[in-house]
């Protein structure tokens, strides 16, 4: 059973002690106004009309609820939705007029006025779901993005430490940068945190990372 059905199901079974709101529940399944009696009524009618004439996206895929009706009856339910504070959306296709909402919170206002306020917990709880999972993952491209950007940086400096090495460069460099030329070369796969901690003396990332290229700086001049 869809999300949609499974609202509309749950919605009908609903039984209301009230005349007056089981009135207003069957005008606005046949779209008919209502003259207000209690102040359940208004929730009843548009509860009426989501059953007879709304339609909700499963959250999983989307946000998207839309109430179709004719042109007279969405000016009365657009005014009544609106001094409810949850103000829709309006358009015409074909024959048709529709509201509608693709905002997950105003969804989970109405589901709440019309007393489906169990699936917009459902809702919340999925958007929720779906949000940190996006997040995790945002993260992880990051991380893997970060390690082929560190993994493309350590290639280029070995490359170009290795032909300084061949050309007789490195003798002529001073003691710190042969230094960490020789430790680049042989730790090729480690990060510049973990390569700071192979010197003879304290660095910072920062100060290898300038070391790192003037090495890569000096050895364009051997390249072809």
């Known amino acids: 059973m869809s999300f949609c059905s499974e609202i509309k199901d749950w919605l009908s079974v609903q039984k209301e002690k009230r005349d007056c709101c089981r009135e207003a529940f069957l005008c606005g399944f046949e779209h008919k106004p209502f003259e207000p009696v209690c102040d359940n009524d208004e929730r009843m009618l548009l509860r009426g009309l989501f ?21 007279e009856y969405m000016d009365y339910i657009y005014r009544l ?3 409810m504070d949850i103000e829709p959306k309006a358009v015409k296709r074909g ?41 995790i993952n945002r993260l992880n491209n990051a991380d893997i993005a970060n390690m082929l950007r560190a993994a493309q940086a350590s290639a280029e400096q070995t490359e170009a ?17 042969r230094e960490t030329a020789e430790l680049r070369l042989k730790y090729p796969d480690i990060n510049l945190t973990e390569l700071c901690k192979k010197h003879s003396s304290p660095i ?6 300038h070391r790192l290229a003037r090495l890569v700086a000096l050895s364009e001049k051997y390249r072809s």
């Open 81 to 83: 939705l609106c001094s």
């Open 161 to 177: 430490i290795r032909l300084l090495k061949e050309n007789g460069e490195l003798s002529h460099l001073s003691d710190s940068i």
């Open 51 to 71: 059953v007879s004439s709304g339609n909700i996206t499963d959250p999983a895929k989307g946000y998207n609820l839309t109430l179709t009706f004719g042109d």
């Open 204 to 209: 910072s990332k920062s100060g290898l990372y």
């Open 95 to 135: 024959n048709e007029y529709l509201l509608y909402y693709k905002e997950s919170e105003k969804i989970e206002d109405f589901l709440t006025a019309v007393g489906a306020g169990k699936f917009a917990l459902e809702l919340m709880e999925t958007k929720v779901i779906k949000e940190t999972r996006s997040n």
